[in-house]
């Protein structure tokens, strides 16, 4: 199961860094960043397949937030930059067992799930 860390309170125009990793896993898997705002749906953000060869970001963050690994810990870092106050929001690290040549953003294409770390921008 994805474990995500690094949420926090931060100030509009701030950065925070969020990291994710699979427990006792060491594999390479498409894996992907999802949010949920109080009352909102879940949304996809950014997804990175198994090798790397292939991203994809929402419209709204793909200027602002960069989906990357760390080769050394295995673990799916989401870099996030320039935040506002939308985007406070539970945020999400989730996986599938596949190894597919395009990631996606939709979260029905994902098998494991973290628990999610909050994630508060102040204006």
């Known amino acids: 199961q994805p474990v995500e860390s690094g949420g926090g309170l931060v100030e509009a125009g701030g950065s925070l860094r969020l990291s994710c990793v699979i427990a006792g896993v060491r594999g390479d898997y498409d894996m992907a960043w999802f949010r949920q705002a109080p009352g909102k749906e879940l949304e996809g953000l950014a997804c990175r397949n198994w090798n790397g060869e292939h991203k994809n970001y929402k419209d709204s963050v793909k200027d602002r937030f960069t989906i990357s690994r760390d080769n050394v810990k295995y673990a799916l870092i989401l870099q996030m930059s320039r935040l506002e106050s939308e985007d406070t929001a539970m945020y999400y690290c989730?996986?599938?067992?596949?190894?597919?040549?395009?990631?996606?953003?939709?979260?029905?294409?994902?098998?494991?799930w973290g628990q999610g770390t909050q994630v508060t921008v102040s204006s």
């Open positions: 989730a996986a599938r067992n596949k190894r597919q040549k395009w990631c996606a953003l939709q979260s029905d294409q994902y098998d494991w």
